[in-house]
């Protein structure tokens, strides 16, 4: 029997970074050494949003979603000893992608690297960001500046670098369908390059580098034939956009290139073990045929419901990878896919339902034009409510949450506490207190920065102009500038934006039929406002500190408008005073507070104390998100009426509860009322 050439492993990462640089760095080196061939960089909020770890809004989310950089200094320590010219690092940044990139390259530099050889990706997608994860600083329009001025520096001087990564992975968790995935992704790919080539600052022979170095990140479900024929759709009609719209004749240079996380979104807090399977269902969408296979793979963890994934979990997940490309004959074939008369139709359906969906947002103006208007977000809201409904229903089964719940003790979770990672609270004052250090030392011996004030107002004078704003960024980056100082100033001249949020135009998802849980609980909130005296309930939905992941916010914003409150819903990033003021302005029955991030440990203590200062200690104040047992103690203590996890996906029960919670602070007898 001949010898089958096999295929090379695709790359694999694992999407890491916490507390600190040092820190940081230690991980990196570790995962290296384990067989990991790539790195992908977690950054914290803070640094994704623009600001210092000192900035009144970083309270809470320094180092705890990933790793504060705020300046050259920080960046060296980062990648101390890993050589940057042999490594492929991918930055899941977005909004600050060009200053981190500028940072980048100097440590590069430093290293005596030779930049040409630097091969990596910044996600640079600011369209998602507006649509489901909100980390955005900027409008719309100087932000495709952004994107349009990296990629066309990065063709020029960083040749193997991937400048924008157009990433669908967080339109699925916001609720896409695959349809939705692939025309939103697209949609902004042609907006990124109808920018490109209208901007003038790349020769039309050469847009065959631009768009060969565009590169896709994408999510994959557990329903994994509909995922695989996903990924064939998108390559066939990228392969069509180039060709036709650009007019790229190189094949090299219309080869779909896309790395993927498996999908979060899916991964449950009731038995958490199952999670194994599925990610490892997810991960077969992404690998198993060759024409369609990720060139980049990175997993979550088992236990992402619960918190942040320890060293160990992150292992798990590498070895997962390892044991399919390694053990398993996967890469000794072609295509096992080719010719199969249900995987053809299937691709076929999608690329024209998608085709469909892409000329009706061309037709709006293009995705930039879409997300002013609030269509792409409201329709991502809607499909996310419709799922949602799916669950309740029973009608789309989770295993462990709605289907086959009875389960044997889990030694996995025996010990809660132990079963994540928690950062330790006092890194927040250390990263403070080496940033204030920096910014009193960085022109000293040994950095003898030039001072960064010059820096900042070329970078302001290049912003007001028409110049590509790299150059100006890089001098800020070897002038020790801040990644607050950078993002401020480029504030100063583009403002700043409020993403629409897509709830009051989502359709209602759960009808109140009669004798439903959601007619039950509509009465509840109808006799509650009549007890009260009040024409409608009024219940604030708020998103404190930084955590733009706003999808658990929205659905229960519209579910309770549905149930007949009245929703105050602002968006995401609020301070606790900006809350506590909208709260006794709107005269609000009830707050609830949504925080993923880990921040809720410190933000949601201040709301409470503000509304005691205010004397508004009647209004009862809910929490949600990933929030681990011994901290939902912690907050209950505090006066915190009701703590909601992922395991809580009834949220019609939700909104009965919070419902019987104002009863009891107004001191009104419990509702005899079935929710």
Not at 153 to 158: A, D, E, K, Q, R
Not at 628 to 651: C, H, M, S, Y
């Amino acid at each position: 029997m001949t010898e089958r050439q096999k295929d090379r492993p695709w790359l694999m990462r694992t999407y890491a970074g916490h507390s600190t640089a040092e820190a940081s760095n230690e991980l990196y080196r570790r995962n290296l050494a384990k067989g990991q061939t790539g790195l992908s960089v977690a950054f914290d909020l803070p640094t994704q949003t623009g600001y210092d770890s000192d900035h009144i809004l970083a309270r809470g989310e320094v180092g705890r979603v990933g790793v504060p950089i705020a300046h050259l200094g920080d960046m060296r320590r980062l990648f101390q000893d890993i050589p940057l010219e042999q490594m492929n690092t991918s930055m899941t940044i977005n909004a600050t992608a060009m200053w981190l990139l500028a940072l980048y390259q100097v440590v590069a530099e430093e290293q005596g690297a030779d930049v040409t050889k630097l091969q990596g990706t910044t996600q640079n997608d600011i369209v998602k960001e507006y649509l489901s994860r909100g980390t955005h600083v900027f409008p719309p329009v100087p932000s495709l500046r952004l994107t349009t001025d990296m990629i066309a520096y990065t063709v020029s001087h960083l040749p193997k670098w991937n400048p924008i990564n157009i990433c669908s992975y967080h339109l699925q968790e916001a609720g896409a369908t695959p349809v939705q995935e692939i025309a939103y992704a697209m949609s902004t790919a042609i907006a990124v390059l109808d920018a490109v080539r209208d901007s003038g600052q790349v020769p039309q022979e050469r847009m065959g580098d631009v768009v060969g170095r565009i590169s896709f990140f994408v999510n994959a479900g557990v329903r994994f034939v509909e995922e695989m024929c996903k990924m064939r759709a998108f390559g066939r009609i990228w392969d069509q956009v180039t060709r036709e719209r650009y007019g790229i004749q190189d094949p090299k240079h219309r080869r779909f290139r896309y790395g993927v996380q498996v999908n979060s979104l899916g991964l449950t807090e009731a038995q958490p073990e199952n999670n194994i399977q599925r990610i490892v269902l997810e991960m077969l969408a992404v690998t198993l045929s060759k024409d369609a296979r990720a060139r980049a793979v990175q997993l979550p963890a088992w236990n992402e419901a619960l918190g942040l994934p320890r060293p160990w979990d992150q292992q798990w997940s590498l070895r997962m990878q390892q044991v399919l490309a390694y053990e398993s004959d996967l890469l000794e074939y072609a295509d096992i896919f080719e010719g199969s008369k249900v995987i053809e139709a299937k691709v076929g359906e999608l690329v024209e339902e998608s085709l469909a969906e892409m000329e009706r947002i061309e037709e709006m103006g293009g995705a930039m034009a879409a997300v002013e208007s609030g269509y792409l977000k409201s329709q991502l809201v809607a499909s996310h409510a419709e799922r949602r409904a799916r669950i309740e229903s029973g009608q789309e089964k989770i295993v462990g949450v709605n289907v086959f719940e009875t389960t044997e003790p889990n030694p996995l979770t025996a010990d809660l506490d132990t079963a994540i990672q928690t950062v330790d609270p006092a890194v927040e004052a250390r990263v403070v207190a080496s940033l204030q250090h920096w910014r009193d030392t960085r022109y000293q011996p040994p950095f003898n920065h030039p001072r960064p004030c010059k820096a900042l107002e070329k970078l302001k004078e290049a912003a007001k102009g028409t110049a590509n704003l790299m150059e100006a960024t890089l001098e800020c980056a070897r002038a020790g500038v801040t990644t607050g100082e950078w993002a401020g100033a480029l504030r100063e001249v583009f403002g700043e934006f409020r993403a629409p949020t897509g709830v009051s135009s989502a359709p209602v998802a759960v009808a109140a039929e009669e004798g439903s849980a959601m007619a039950d609980v509509r009465r509840k909130v109808n006799l509650t406002a009549a007890d009260l005296g009040v024409g409608k309930l009024r219940f604030l939905v708020g998103k404190p500190g930084l955590d733009g992941h706003s999808n658990g916010a929205e659905q229960i914003a519209v579910r309770a408008r549905d149930a007949g409150f009245e929703v105050v819903y602002q968006g995401i990033r609020l301070t606790p005073e900006q809350i506590v003021d909208a709260a006794i302005a709107e005269d609000v029955h009830a707050v609830g507070l949504s925080i993923l991030s880990g921040s809720h440990a410190q933000l949601v203590p201040d709301v409470l104390d503000r509304l005691r200062v205010a004397g508004a200690t009647d209004i009862p104040v809910i929490a949600g998100g990933i929030i681990p047992n011994g901290d939902a103690e912690q907050l209950r203590a505090a006066g915190v009426a009701a703590v909601f996890t992922p395991k809580d996906f009834d949220i019609t029960g939700i909104i009965g509860r919070i419902v019987d919670e104002i009863r009891k602070a107004n001191k009104l007898d419990p509702l005899e009322v079935p929710a």
